[in-house]
């Protein structure tokens, strides 16, 4: 079975500094990795994915995220926070091959203090 | 384009009363999604439907029946409420082509049952 960790509940961070939301996967195999972020009363928007290649990939609004295959993580990062990226922050894990659902981890607020 | 629609977006049922919420997605996806979010344990899939004429569980489908109308169209139906289905539920689609493809959420139903 595949599970998603997102050890930190709340991440608090001021603007202008960098982010980290941290996430590991447990999955047989190798995965598809994705970060959503969900603002108060919406759905969950993409941000970035993991398919193949670079472990560096880019997404939107900044944000970037760390494939690390040896310590199984995806950490979300940002180099500079604002305080409109205040938000749940969703790791998901989907495996490459049978069913295409993803499976979500916990989510972390993150709070970004002007 | 509106992309992924639910509806409603607020429903209170009385413990065994039915229901049922609405999904459509106008992108042409082949792929549709129900989920469950609960606080602390992320999002949960409850049923997905791969591609039109075809529906399976997910993690948590105890309590609940669906239907692919057609290519655009879930229902998520709830034959006999219960207080444990209280809940922030999200329709999702994706498409079929490519590897890796995200999902597009919709803005979800919140349900109580009281």
């Known amino acids: 079975a595949q599970s998603v960790a997102q050890p930190e509940d709340q991440v608090n961070v001021a603007e202008g500094n960098p982010l980290t939301v941290k996430c590991t996967y447990s999955?047989?195999?190798?995965?598809?990795l994705f970060w959503y972020v969900q603002y108060p009363n919406r759905g969950l928007q993409f941000l970035l994915k993991?398919?193949?290649?670079?472990?560096l990939v880019k997404g939107s609004y900044g944000f970037e995220a760390e494939f690390n295959k040896s310590q199984t993580s995806f950490h979300l990062k940002k180099p500079s926070a604002l305080v409109s990226d205040s938000a749940l922050y969703f790791c998901?894990?989907?495996?490459?091959?049978?069913?295409?659902?993803?499976?979500f981890g916990s989510g972390t607020r993150l709070q970004v203090q002007p | 384009n509106a992309g992924v629609t639910q509806t409603p977006k607020f429903q209170v049922l009385k413990t065994g009363q039915s229901m049922t919420l609405q999904c459509a997605q106008d992108?042409?996806?082949?792929?549709m999604y129900w989920y469950r979010q609960d606080p602390g344990m992320g999002l949960r899939l409850i049923y997905y439907?791969?591609?039109?004429?075809?529906?399976d569980k997910g993690e948590v489908p105890n309590g609940y029946n669906v239907s692919r109308l057609n290519k655009r169209e879930f229902s998520l139906r709830l034959e006999s409420a219960a207080p444990s289905q209280t809940s922030v539920y999200f329709c999702?689609?994706?498409?079929?082509?490519?590897?890796?493809?995200?999902?597009?959420f919709g803005p979800g139903t919140r349900l109580t049952v009281t």
């Open positions: 993991y398919i193949t290649g670079d472990n």
């Open positions: 439907s791969a591609s039109e004429g075809t529906t």
């Open positions: 998901a894990v989907r495996l490459r091959t049978g069913r295409r659902a993803l499976t």
């Open positions: 992108m042409n996806h082949n792929s």
């Open positions: 999702a689609s994706s498409d079929k082509g490519g590897v890796g493809y995200e999902q597009y």
């Open positions: 999955v047989s195999g190798n995965p598809y």
